[in-house]
């Protein structure tokens, strides 16, 4: 899950503008080590750093744990994830570190931020098991976005298992946003952005065991 190297080098271009106006991450130490990050995004993120004012170190060092020390790591299904996460390092993906530079603002403290693009996004689930909302929430966070814990007006989306979970009718009735399914979070995810939700919405049927007795075919047939 690494961005594009267009896109990667736009952000980077975008970046160094900005390092000549103002140190955005100044203050920064921040850890890049080519084991860690995706060759074709490397150069772009270590100018991204570079010139917006971040001390870069071009290495892992996962005894550096404080408030103002970040570690780049390309993906959560990298291999040294767990261990850097279990030891307290703040891991930033390399789309946040891009997006960051190119909207000129500091590099999130919130242990993982993969990237920015449920930046302001407020979302609710509903029918699932603690252990799926707690999956849901690490991805939700991740991306920038506020997984809620009430109902609230102010939600963007619903993510429902089905048409029987505790907060689906007062979606439909009261929110009136969309009800998708996890498999549109999921999408988000492996694209780094808010992707369409028409194709996710939750059927109005979904979760529904329909029995039909005594049916009246006037003559016709039925097929299961």
């Keep these: 899950m690494t961005p594009s190297h267009g896109a990667a080098a736009a952000a980077a271009s975008s970046s160094a503008g900005a390092g000549r ?5 100044a203050g920064a130490s921040v850890f890049l080590s080519r084991s860690l990050v995706a060759p074709e995004v490397y150069d772009a993120v270590h100018d991204a750093l570079r010139l917006n004012g971040a001390e870069v170190f071009l290495c892992a060092d996962p005894a550096r744990t404080g408030p103002l020390d970040f570690h780049v790591i390309s993906s959560s299904s990298h291999e040294r994830f767990a261990d850097l996460r279990a030891k307290g390092c703040n891991l930033l993906g390399p789309q946040c570190i891009l997006s960051c530079a190119k909207e000129h603002r500091f590099l999130p403290k919130q242990g993982y931020t993969c990237c920015l693009a449920m930046d302001g996004v407020k979302i609710l689930c509903s029918g699932f ?24 007006t102010d939600a963007n989306f619903v993510i429902a298992k089905d048409v029987l979970a505790a907060k689906y009718k007062w979606a439909v009735n009261t929110l009136k946003k969309p009800i998708v399914s996890r498999n549109w979070l999921e999408q988000c995810w492996i694209e780094h952005r808010v ?21 009246n075919t006037n003559g016709g047939s039925w097929q299961k």
């Design 129 to 152: 098991e603690k252990d799926e909302k707690a999956k849901i929430e690490q991805l939700v966070t991740a991306m920038g976005g506020t997984l809620q814990n009430k109902a609230y």
């Design 195 to 215: 992707v369409p939700h028409e194709p996710y919405r939750i059927p109005p049927f979904s979760g529904l065991n329909i029995c039909i007795t005594k049916l």
């Design 21 to 25: 106006r103002a140190a955005t991450f």
